[in-house]
């Protein structure tokens, strides 16, 4: 069935450094794929997302692409700020279960001012 | 904000005691949630909802027992707290039929003692 791999962490950067998660995924076709960001004390939100190879998820700075040619779908950010500090999860569908995600085990990023 | 609610926030109960924890949206979505989270394992599907008095099993719904009488709650019920089902509990509902992505509550934490 559908599966995901990330990063493990923790991972710790400065202010303004280049901020790069992993995230690899098995998969029959091409599903939707996500990134959730949890903030300390909260829920997960969804951060973006991607529905089909080559699309490209956008939202307060982070990107990540879709490339079915290396079952990829890595998390970036060119300068991350303290407030980014949370822990990052890949999602993707289900196999035959549009209705449930499975997750990656998370990924915790910590700046440093 | 998808208007989920989860009550309570946190909660202490000792081992065999039942506890019930509630699940409140408020724009009648179909689908719903229960996951726990817990250190290691990531976020782990306990049950979910495909409308009022539907539901099925997810990965790790053994002690656990779910109703969902009105659209808008969906309780877990722990019939006997163990040890074990100490954890955070996030509530989840997918907007729409189209889209897979689902958007979460803020959780409660449970510690059984």
């Known amino acids: 069935g559908n599966s995901v791999t990330q990063m493990e962490g923790p991972v710790t950067l400065s202010e303004e450094a280049f901020l790069t998660i992993n995230c690899t995924y098995t998969?029959?076709?091409?599903?939707?794929l996500f990134w959730y960001v949890q903030y300390p004390g909260e829920g997960l939100q969804l951060l973006l997302k991607a529905t089909k190879a080559d699309d490209k998820g956008s939202n307060k700075g982070f990107e990540a692409t879709y490339r079915k040619e290396t079952t990829s779908f890595h998390l970036e950010k060119g300068s991350v700020q303290v407030s980014d500090s949370a822990v990052y999860f890949c999602a993707l569908p289900v196999s035959g279960s549009a209705r449930q995600l499975t997750f990656g085990s998370g990924t915790q990023l910590t700046v440093l001012p | 904000d998808a208007g989920i609610t989860q009550s309570p926030r946190h909660k202490v109960t000792e081992t065999g005691t039942p506890v019930t924890l509630r699940c409140h949206q408020t724009e009648n979505h179909r689908y719903m949630y229960w996951y726990r989270q817990d250190p290691g394992h990531g976020l782990r599907l306990i049950h979910y909802s495909y409308g009022v008095k539907d539901t099925d099993k997810g990965e790790v719904s053994d002690g656990y027992s779910v109703s969902r009488s009105k659209t808008e709650d969906f309780l877990l019920t722990l019939e006997s707290a163990t040890s074990s089902q100490t954890s955070v509990y996030f509530c989840?509902?997918?907007?729409?039929?189209?889209?897979?992505?689902?958007?979460f509550g803020p959780g409660t934490r449970l510690t059984v003692t």
């Open positions: 989840a509902i997918r907007i729409g039929t189209g889209e897979h992505e689902q958007y």
């Open positions: 998969a029959t076709g091409y599903p939707s």
